[in-house]
């Protein structure tokens, strides 16, 4: 069973930066992809980026240039840094773990992200 633990969440203004951190537990962690979702109120969960276990990223293009998702295999831990941040940005924000293997998901609780302008 794999479990995800996300941080970093907060209220910041418009313009400014945020890094969200989720840390995994398990084995598994460094041959899975893993990912950032988020999800406004009345909105569908969208997918904002992804990394493979070779490292190759993937943005959504809302976020493309300003967001950067990086891994940690050491630790177990996938990062968000979240720059020029924009009063759309505001949302709950998922980790997610896709292990290819067993073609299982894991979600995390998730952490608000609050952008005020």
């Known amino acids: 069973q794999v479990q995800l633990v996300e941080s970093g969440g907060g209220l910041v203004q418009a313009g400014g930066s945020l890094r969200l951190s989720c840390a995994a537990s398990?084995?598994?962690?460094?041959?899975?992809?893993v990912g950032w979702y988020r999800q406004a109120p009345g909105k569908e969960r969208e997918r904002v980026a992804g990394?493979?276990?070779?490292?190759?990223?993937n943005y959504a293009d809302s976020v493309r240039g300003r967001f950067t998702i990086s891994r940690d295999n050491a630790d177990n831990t996938v990062y968000l840094q979240m720059n020029r941040l924009k009063p759309e940005d505001t949302s709950v924000y998922y980790c997610?773990?896709?292990?290819?293997?067993?073609?299982?998901?894991?979600w995390g609780q998730g952490t608000q992200v609050t952008v005020s302008s």
């Open positions: 990394i493979l276990s070779n490292g190759m990223t």
């Open positions: 398990g084995s598994i962690f460094r041959i899975s992809a």
């Open positions: 997610n773990l896709f292990q290819p293997r067993s073609g299982r998901n894991y």
